[in-house]
């Protein structure tokens, strides 16, 4: 059991300032389990702790996990220069507590990312290490041929990069269309893959992350979601005849 006292707690969950999340408490404006606290030293379990602050209730979380489907024309940098920040595609109160993206795409990809305030967390899932598959659609401007794909799967070499770097699995599904899969995440890995083997990315989609797919979350453009303990446990390493790749 963890007690932890309620302006804390508050602050915790991306509420504000230490000072405001008193004044909200004081003011009568926050809830615990459904029961109004105006005593911000008064102290909670945080385990399955509900808050109403204002006319909203959001369930306590240590740290957050989030899957969002991200749209072209944003930036997964901190601080952004040409488009907006994926952050700012998130509630206000995101940008309280120290959420990042989990590594990163370009500006016009879109797609599954994952973003998250557990720094462990965000560690392991960049490390290519824990060996977590991305698979991606990328539409190509020149047919996809059979040398295309042999190619991607023997690997090529990327200009600064010290060896060949080949996908784990590369299939054709479409006439201008792949469905590739790297277990490193290099600086426009996939688009300069495609370059050096002759052909161009025209487009580029995250389709999964290990076995958790954009299309069982079912986000449009733009939506996000939290993800459950049971979804966290599909990012992993995985057989690729389990992918049906
Ligand atoms: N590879 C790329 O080229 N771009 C991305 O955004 C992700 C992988």
Same mark, same amino acid.
């Given at each position: ?19 405001? *999340? ?53 930036? *997964? ?17 995101? /940008? ?53 794909? /042999? ?17 784990? /699995? *590369? ?29 161009? *990315? ?44």
């Amino acid at each position: 059991m963890r007690k932890i006292s309620l302006d804390k707690i508050l602050q915790s969950q991306g509420f504000g300032t230490r000072k405001y *999340c008193r004044s909200l408490i004081e003011d009568g404006e926050v809830s615990v389990n459904g029961v109004v606290v105006d005593d911000y030293r008064e102290s909670f379990d945080t385990d399955n702790l509900t808050l109403r602050v204002f006319d909203d209730e959001w369930l306590y979380r240590e740290h957050v996990y989030i899957a969002l489907n991200k749209p072209a024309n944003f930036e *997964c940098s901190r601080k952004p220069s040409h488009h907006p920040g994926v952050l700012t595609l998130l509630p206000e109160q995101f /940008s309280w507590r120290d959420i990042q993206p989990v590594g990163r795409l370009d500006h016009d990809t879109t797609g599954l990312l994952l973003l998250s305030d557990d720094g462990p967390f965000i560690h392991k899932q960049s490390s290519p290490r824990h060996h977590v598959p991305k698979v991606y659609r990328a539409t190509t401007a020149e047919p996809v041929t059979e040398a295309l794909i /042999s190619t991607l799967l023997s690997g090529v070499q990327l200009h600064d990069e010290p060896e060949p770097l080949a996908a784990v /699995s *590369c299939r054709q599904t479409g006439e201008h269309e792949i469905h590739i899969i790297l277990e490193q995440g290099k600086y426009h890995q996939v688009k300069r893959m495609l370059a050096a083997a002759g052909n161009h *990315c025209a487009a580029l989609e995250r389709v999964a992350i290990g076995k958790l797919t954009l299309s069982a979350l079912g986000l449009a453009q733009g939506e996000w979601t939290f993800l459950d303990a049971e979804q966290l446990a599909l990012l992993v390493p995985v057989d690729f005849a389990d992918l049906g790749e």
